[in-house]
């Protein structure tokens, strides 16, 4: 079977690289080829077992197979056969004629018989890799100048020459390897092993790219496809990670000058495929497939069969909807053990394919295109029923993005912050020609004409340097790819998980509900739907939430926050930032700076006090928040407000304790924050309330810091922003109020109407309602009195005098009247006191609040008597002296200070005379003529103007009481604002002249 040609070859003492040698490919294989001994030691040696035998001694061949039988796995007599080894005395009859036998040859006759004897132990490449492992492990405890050391050399030299042979083999001389596996994927299975011995498959590739380099990418090819191939279909974790190890170890073969050919062939292929959709980025192109691995459940399959991959993790046993700490522990650790695994190996893999300029491109053009077909992946899976089936899944995204981040650890550290960051150029972004796809997306500063003129510049170079397009290119595609991986994975984690509206609290109510009507039939069907859901929110923490990954994460949204900054204040002004906003900033997307957002307060979600791990973000809150140029979308500022409020000492968090002496939070972050408190008026109206409760917090604990009260004092006066501030405080106040007793109404009528239901009601549908309005109830109740007691806490000091301003102080007076009224008469007088505290609504709270601010805004702390506010009070239409003594009445009762009780008196007494002074004023005065009339409040006008709008004349105090809620005229509903209004000095006087006539006579 074997043809051996002659080729002058010296043994090595010691191991060394294979070099070229002694290989010919004819008829589809090698020619194996025989060197001849030239090594002295090894000669000497083989001369003494050559000398005359002794009586009962071994003739040569014996000795020499009993030095290497225990690996070849070949028995030439049957004193020494064993279950594992193929017996073949003929072998040992041809070697006994034979007294010249060299080393290498016979290795290379015994591995060779091996192989091509076909047997039920291992065959072909697996033989081989073991062989040569095993001559390895046997040189590790073999002196260095020891005879037996050239014996194992040759074998390991067999062993390269075969398999190269075997790998180039077309016309099947060997017998095929077990499990129906061609030779090739039979070595591509070798490499996927955790342990691949790279020396071994490090030598036979650079013999097969020596002695067959036309051959190279037909021989080796279809090994990568291989690994290609059964990642495609793997069905566990533990499979895909397999062949992504299995294209690690490949890159890692190197040869002796330091070349990785496969990796080199890797380059040669098409990363991008065919792929037109995001799903297809999974399957075509080479790269594509080895990112599909993981555990991440497909949210749409709860309540179905569940995915194969999902189960990577020992099985949970609930009950009742409960796990302990330790089962939880014991379910995500090996999630997170193999994960991280195959992240690093994923790493390690693009870092090898990003060492050339070549592999730099190619990588991130993928990149770029994974990206761009995947970009409304969010938007889609979230509103479109089967999205899922159109991008490329959680895993891929998850694993391509945890990837990247590993690839910016070194451009992210913070040691090099300063250094990196000068190197970051937003005209890669802004470039017409840029891979990724940012054109469409929303910019932040201007619309889509203008961006689009702005770029038209021909004058403006987009060219970067090196040392920019690295740093830039690296960070803008982690970036993007983890908008569609990571990021929104997180994001998907809270919404689906953590939410009251979420997929897991929806079916714990149902199932609730369920047990409750005592279902059957749907308990058993929501308790697997429940213990799934359980699971699959483990799973998805599990890998979100993995220290490794939220590390880069957090690396990450440091530095990108502090090159926003950069870009927003080049010139590190103070704050609040300037109103002309920088072009670059302005014309970048704003994806950039809602994602950091959106990170940030997942963290506050998730863990507040990880937010110490990311220095600088308290300067990206407070800049952003003190101006609405830059972040144009409320809703994105709210974000900022939650993460604050959520970082509180009140929520059992550090960060916002180590922020407090920051000259930042104390002179910028209250006024900042107050002057946010009018902006979330364009906030969607359900979501407002929410919006301001937090702000109210977070005002709050600062009005508890001496130096934060008195910045915000100080800006107050100066503002007209507080006089909106102030408007729309005072609106929240009885709107909240109102709510709350409307819902507390709502669910005394559905307990009625549950009690005896009316015929056609369904009672089921009147329970739902009843839950919906008992939150609605708990939530307004919880707002309500917050606002109230802010209200309070602010009058308590010298702001109360924005409350008591011209423009103001009528609507202070309505919203106090009006709150005692529906307190003592209307609205709450008809409800039963345990009905409000079941909310945790304490109407004596709300009197006692509505007391202090009474005696706030008359000055009686002061011992002063503020008779505009008296004023105010006394003429409004819902002023009640008998209610306000009610009011005084039920707070002497209830225990409530002396202070209060009697300052409150003291107020009722004043407004009772000042009352009485107006009525006996409006007697005199008689009808009021209509011109002077102000057609808003049908009261006399005391400095009239016109609207340019529409013509109409009204009292100035009225019409800018009301543009500091609504910017617009109130008869057309066209903008309009303070500065547009036409004083009327003539009509003044002539008012003025009437009512001293009416009086005097």
Same mark, same amino acid.
């Given at each position: ?6 080729t002058h070859?010296?043994?090595?003492t ?15 294989w090698?020619?194996?080829?025989q ?10 040696w ?5 000398l005359?035998?002794s ?8 000795k ?6 225990d ?5 030439i007599d ?7 080894s193929?017996?073949?005395p003929?072998?040992g ?9 060299d080393?290498?040859g ?11 004897t ?12 073991q062989?040569?492992k095993?001559?390895?492990?046997a040189?590790?405890?073999?002196p ?9 050399e040759a ?27 061609t ?8 490499w ?40 495609l ?10 062949a992504?190890?299995g294209?690690?170890?490949?890159f890692?073969?190197a ?17 991008m ?6 799903k ?12 599909t ?6 949210l749409?399959?709860i309540?179905? #069969? ?5 189960n ?8 009742n ?7 939880v522990?014991?379910f ?6 193999s994960?991280?695994a ?5 790493a ?15 990588f991130f053009?993928w ?10 992946r ?6 479109l029923?089967?999205?899922?089936q ?8 998850v ?8 690839l910016c650890?070194?451009?992210v ?7 990196r ?6 005209l890669?972004?802004?470039?017409? =020609?840029?891979?990724?796809?940012f054109q469409?997306?929303?910019?932040l500063?201007v619309?889509?004409?203008e961006f ?15 040392p920019?397009?690295?740093?830039t ?24 998980f953590?939410s ?10 149902q ?7 005592k ?6 069907q929501?308790?697997p739907l429940?213990?799934?859901a359980?699971? =699959? ?6 890998v ?9 994460m ?6 990108t926050?502090s ?8 010139t ?10 920088p ?10 700076v ?5 990170y940030?307060l ?5 863990n ?8 600088g973000?308290?300067r990206?809150?407070?800049s952003?928040l003190?101006?609405n140029k ?9 974000k ?5 409020e ?10 916002f304790s ?6 930042m939070?104390?002179?910028?972050l209250?006024p900042?924050l107050?002057?946010f408190y ?11 309330p929410?919006?301001?409760?937090r ?5 709050k604990?600062?009005? #508890? ?5 008195q910045a915000?004092?100080?800006r107050?006066m ?8 102030a408007m729309l405080l ?6 909240l ?21 009316a015929?056609?009601?369904n009672p089921?549908?009147?329970r ?16 309500a ?17 924005i409350?008591l301003?011209? #423009? ?8 106090l009247? =009006?709150n ?5 008469n209307t609205?709450?007088g008809?409800l039963?006191?345990?009905d ?9 709270q709300v ?9 706030n ?11 505009r506010?008296l004023?105010?009070?006394a ?11 009610q ?12 202070e209060?009780?009697?300052g409150?008196t003291?107020?009722i007494e004043?407004?009772?005379?000042k009352h009485?002074?107006?009525?006996a004023?409006d ?11 102000d057609p808003?409040?049908c009261t ?5 103007v ?9 009292d100035?105090?009225t019409?800018v ?11 057309t509903?066209?903008?309009?604002t303070?500065?547009d209004l036409?004083?009327?000095p ?16």
């Open positions: 079977t074997t043809q051996h040609n002659t070859h010296k043994l090595p010691q191991p060394q690289p294979l070099s070229k040698h002694h290989t010919s490919h004819q008829t589809g090698h020619k194996l080829t060197p001849q001994l030239q090594n002295h030691h090894l000669s000497s083989f001369s003494n077992m050559a005359p035998l009586p009962g001694e071994e003739p040569l061949y014996k020499w197979y009993r030095f290497i039988a690996h070849v796995d070949i028995a049957a004193t020494n056969d064993s279950e594992c193929v017996h073949q003929s072998l009859e041809q070697f006994q004629t034979q007294s010249n036998l080393p290498e016979f290795a290379s006759e015994l591995v060779t018989m091996r192989l091509l076909p047997c039920t132990g291992r065959q072909s490449v697996d033989y081989l890799t062989l040569y095993s001559m390895t492990n040189m590790r405890f073999c260095r100048q020891s005879m037996k050391r050239p014996i194992y074998v390991q030299r067999s062993c390269i020459t075969l398999c190269c042979s075997i790998l180039a083999d077309e016309d099947n001389v060997f017998p095929p390897p077990t499990g129906g596996k030779a090739r994927a039979a070595a591509a299975h070798a996927m092993e955790w342990e691949c011995d790279a020396e071994f498959w490090s030598r036979v590739i650079t013999e097969v790219q020596a002695d067959l380099s036309d051959d190279f990418e037909r021989i080796l090819l279809p090994c990568l496809l291989e690994l290609r191939r059964f990642v279909v793997a069905d566990t974790l533990e499979e895909g990670m397999s992504v190890q294209l690690s170890n490949a890692s073969f040869t002796p000058d330091g070349n990785l050919p496969l990796k080199d062939l890797v380059l040669k292929q098409d990363f495929g065919t792929a037109t959709a995001g297809h980025v999974e399957t075509q192109g080479f790269l594509g497939p080895f990112f691995p993981g555990v991440i459940p497909d749409s399959s309540g179905q #069969q569940v995915s194969p991959r999902f990577a993790a020992p099985k949970l046993d609930i009950k909807g409960q796990l302990s700490r330790d089962q522990t014991n995500q650790t090996p999630i997170q053990t994960i991280a195959m992240w690093d190996t994923l390690a893999i693009c870092r090898k394919l990003l060492k050339t300029p070549e592999g730099q491109s190619k053009d990149v770029a295109h994974v990206y761009n077909l995947n970009r409304m969010g938007k889609l899976v979230g509103q029923e089967g999205a899922h159109l991008v490329a899944s959680d895993n891929f995204c694993n391509l993005a945890a990837t990247l981040y590993q650890r070194k451009v550290e913070s040691s090099k912050l300063e250094q960051l000068k190197k970051m150029n937003p890669f972004v802004l470039d017409p =020609s840029c891979l990724f796809d469409s997306e929303t910019k500063g619309t889509d004409s689009a003129e702005w770029q038209a510049d021909d004058g403006r170079d987009y060219t970067l340097a090196k920019e397009l690295v740093i290119r690296q960070i803008i595609a982690t970036l993007a790819i983890s908008r569609i991986g990571a990021l929104k994975s997180c994001l998907q984690f809270i919404d689906e953590r009251n509206r979420g997929r897991l609290s929806r079916i714990q109510q199932l609730e509900a369920a047990k409750a009507a279902h059957q039939a749907a308990i058993m929501l308790q429940l213990h799934q359980i699971a =699959s929110s483990l799973v998805l923490e599990a979100i939430t993995h220290p490794a990954l939220q590390a880069d957090k690396a990450t949204a440091c530095f926050t090159w926003l900054l950069r870009l927003a204040n080049p590190n002004a103070p704050l609040p930032l300037s109103d002309d906003v072009d670059l900033f302005a014309n970048l997307p704003e994806m950039f809602t994602d950091s957002i959106e940030l997942f963290v506050s979600r998730t507040a006090d990880a937010l110490l791990e990311i220095p973000c308290d990206f809150f407070i952003f003190s101006s830059y972040i144009t979308v409320p809703d994105e500022r709210a900022i407000v939650e993460v604050l959520r970082s509180l000492p009140e929520s059992d968090a550090r960060y180590s922020i407090e002496s920051n000259p939070t104390i002179n910028d209250g900042a107050m002057s009018v902006d979330a008026e364009t906030i969607d109206p359900y979501q407002r929410g919006v301001r409760f702000l109210q917090r977070v005002l604990h600062l009005w #508890q810091i001496g130096d934060a009260k915000i004092l100080e107050s100066h503002e007209d922003t507080f006089l909106r501030f005072i609106n929240d106040t009885t709107s109020l109102d709510d709350a007793y409307e819902a507390f109404h709502n669910i005394k009528s559905l307990k009625e109407q549950l009690t005896q239901p015929p056609g009601e089921e549908e009147l739902r309602t009843l839950e919906r309005t008992n939150q609605q109830a708990s939530s307004y109740s919880k707002l009195l917050s606002t109230l007691e802010f209200f309070s806490t602010l009058t308590a000091t010298s702001v109360v005098d409350f301003k011209p #423009q103001v102080v009528t609507r202070t007076a309505a919203m009247n =009006s005692v009224r529906s307190l003592f609205k709450a008809e039963e006191l345990q409000m505290k079941a909310f945790e609504f304490d109407p004596l009197a006692r609040q509505l007391a202090v601010l009474f005696v805004c008359t000055g009686i702390p002061q011992n002063a008597c503020n008779d506010f004023e105010a009070v003429a409004n239409e819902r002023f009640n002296v008998t209610e306000l003594r009011c005084a009445s039920t707070l002497r009762r209830s225990g409530s200070s002396h209060l009780i009697s409150f003291r107020v004043l407004l009772q005379v009485a002074e107006q009525a004023c007697e005199d005065l008689g009808d009021i003529p209509d011109e002077y009339m808003i409040l006399l006008m005391k400095d009239p016109r609207l340019p709008t529409s013509n109409t004349v009204v100035r105090h019409i009481q009301h543009l500091l809620s609504f910017p617009t005229d109130p008869f509903r066209d903008p309009l303070e500065a036409v004083p009327l003539e009509l003044k006087q002539e008012i003025e002249e009437w009512k001293r006539a009416k009086l005097s006579s």
